[in-house]
């Protein structure tokens, strides 16, 4: 059954399918009404396909996905379109292995738009580097879950994450829809609206966080990783001097100037004091093991003790794993990392 919202006849028509709802069409609903094209137009849900012929763009219903037609359906057989095959410029070679829900669908063709849109909004403007990174970043924490989970397509592959559950969006506008007992359900097309503005406010938060959180911290990342053989003409210690979350894009970074693996230790401040911070790098962003650990002889020593046995002033503490240490000093810092690096050259040899 089609919505019943009247409006104008000049007003551009966004199609969908009626009944329950899910997470997907919510996001692609949304996203399309950031849009000045589709900012006033009504949503029409229905599936009917002479209701559906007379909207400007269907989403998630229709079994047709036709970018020129502005069709976006996902359900038919056959179709096995990823962020890779439909965006390639963007993608970066990834993301080939997830299909695409409605709401990749209309992220892959109006992402970079709808992105700048939403920074617009809070009286900034992007720059298309910023766009471009930002995309990724969007579809890789938040757009991708949805993708995948609309797709029921398996977390695991042989023994490998596929994607990551950050949001659990899914299960949350699930329980929007009306429960199959309730006496005096309310109105569909209302709890519609309010799962699209769940997504929405979530996804609006995210890029938000992607542009004046996450891409400050990448260039800061990004500029110590390429001035690393300033640090030692090893290249593989870098230091933080403004000290930010990290670990992620290094390995981004590292991908992308083809040096995966390179670094070994990274130097930062300690957040509470002057003192510095020594963090071996992990294999993986998760993982436990390092690619080089802090000098066995050190792990779980303290203080004079510490600095007696490793024979460099001012050292603080080494963790008993030998992933992380402090000294008083950056000096002190590095000359852990270069001790330590020398330590792991002796083992292997």
């Known amino acids: 059954m089609a919505s019943n919202?009247?409006?104008?006849?000049?007003?551009?028509?966004?199609?969908?399918?009626?009944?329950?709802?899910?997470?997907?069409?919510?996001?692609?609903?949304?996203?399309?009404?950031?849009?000045?094209?589709?900012?006033?137009?009504?949503?029409?849900?229905?599936?009917?396909?002479?209701?559906?012929?007379?909207?400007?763009?269907?989403?998630?219903?229709?079994?047709?996905?036709?970018?020129?037609?502005?069709?976006?359906?996902?359900?038919?057989?056959?179709?096995?379109?990823?962020?890779?095959?439909?965006?390639?410029?963007?993608?970066?070679?990834?993301?080939?292995?997830?299909?695409?829900?409605?709401?990749?669908?209309?992220?892959?063709?109006?992402?970079?738009e709808i992105l700048a849109e939403i920074i617009k909004l809070n009286k900034k403007i992007p720059t298309p580097d910023i766009l471009e990174a930002l995309f990724i970043y969007v579809y890789e924490y938040f757009v991708e879950e949805l993708d995948a989970m609309d797709n029921g397509i398996p977390m695991y592959s042989e023994g490998q994450p596929r994607y990551k559950i950050n949001t659990h969006l899914g299960a949350r506008v699930h329980r929007l829809n009306p429960s199959w007992n309730d006496p005096n359900p309310e109105d569909e097309e209302v709890l519609f609206q309010k799962a699209m503005k769940l997504v929405g406010q979530e996804f609006v938060e995210v890029v938000l966080d992607g542009f004046n959180v996450w891409w400050p911290a990448r260039e800061i990342v990004k500029k110590s990783i390429e001035s690393r053989k300033e640090v030692h003409k090893s290249g593989q210690i870098m230091v933080l001097n403004d000290r930010c979350s990290w670990k992620n894009h290094l390995y981004s970074i590292e991908e992308?100037?083809?040096?995966?693996?390179?670094?070994?230790?990274?130097?930062?401040?300690?957040?509470?004091?002057?003192?510095?911070?020594?963090q071996a790098i992990p294999i993986q962003p998760n993982s436990f093991?390092?690619?080089?650990?802090?000098?066995?002889?050190?792990?779980?020593?303290?203080?004079?003790?510490?600095?007696?046995?490793?024979?460099?002033?001012?050292?603080?503490?080494?963790?008993a794993s030998g992933f992380i240490g402090g000294n008083k000093t950056k000096e002190g810092a590095l000359d852990m990392a270069l001790r330590s690096l020398q330590a792991a050259q002796i083992d292997k040899d």
């Not at 009247?6 to 899910?22: A, D, L, R, V, Y």
Request: charged letters at 30%; a neutral charge; hydrophobic letters at 35%.
């Open 5 to 112: 919202n009247k409006s104008p006849k000049f007003s551009k028509k966004i199609g969908t399918h009626n009944g329950m709802f899910h997470c997907d069409e919510a996001l692609a609903c949304f996203m399309l009404k950031l849009l000045p094209d589709y900012r006033d137009a009504d949503i029409i849900r229905s599936r009917d396909l002479k209701i559906l012929e007379d909207c400007d763009i269907v989403v998630d219903v229709g079994a047709t996905f036709d970018p020129k037609r502005h069709r976006y359906d996902h359900h038919q057989r056959g179709f096995n379109e990823t962020l890779n095959s439909v965006r390639p410029d963007l993608a970066q070679n990834k993301f080939n292995i997830i299909r695409l829900s409605s709401a990749g669908l209309i992220y892959s063709q109006f992402g970079l």
């Open 256 to 278: 992308e100037l083809k040096i995966e693996g390179e670094l070994k230790f990274c130097l930062f401040h300690d957040e509470n004091s002057d003192t510095w911070r020594i």
């Open 289 to 319: 093991v390092c690619r080089v650990f802090l000098h066995k002889n050190w792990r779980g020593v303290r203080d004079e003790e510490l600095s007696k046995v490793a024979n460099i002033k001012d050292c603080i503490f080494c963790h």
